[in-house]
């Protein structure tokens, strides 16, 4: 059974950095891609980063590129998303995913619904 776990949400001040976590088990992320979405208060979903299962790398979202870095750890089957010069606007529930493939075909994707598997999310709220 698979299963997300996201962590290391939390109230961040404007301008300052967060990591967040998702653990994954039942898989194994040597064979499948990740991907980070958020969605803030009263908007739609949208898609952050995704990382393959090579550790290829990327970004979908213009107002991050330059903020944010995506990563794994393999040996710890978690996937990472360092969010740096926080900004009101990065306000939202921060969710990882995975489509069970190992590339991240779609992640950027609005209407992609091969993203099946999904964590509870970690709200993070940026302050100013």
């Known amino acids: 059974q698979v299963q997300l776990v996201e962590s290391g949400g939390g109230l961040v001040q404007s301008g300052g950095s967060l990591r967040l976590s998702c653990a994954a088990s039942?898989?194994?992320?040597?064979?499948?891609?990740i991907g980070w979405f958020r969605q803030a208060p009263g908007k739609e979903r949208e898609g952050v980063s995704c990382i393959s299962s090579s550790g290829d790398v990327q970004h979908y979202l213009d107002s991050v590129k330059g903020r944010v870095t995506i990563s794994k750890d393999n040996t710890k089957n978690t996937v990472y998303l360092q969010m740096n010069s926080q900004k009101l606007e990065d306000t939202a529930v921060y969710y990882c995913a995975t489509d069970l493939l190992p590339g991240c075909t779609g992640y950027g994707n609005p209407r992609y619904v091969g993203v099946d598997r999904w964590g509870k999310g970690t709200l993070v709220t940026v302050s100013s």
């Open positions: 039942g898989i194994s992320l040597d064979r499948y891609a």
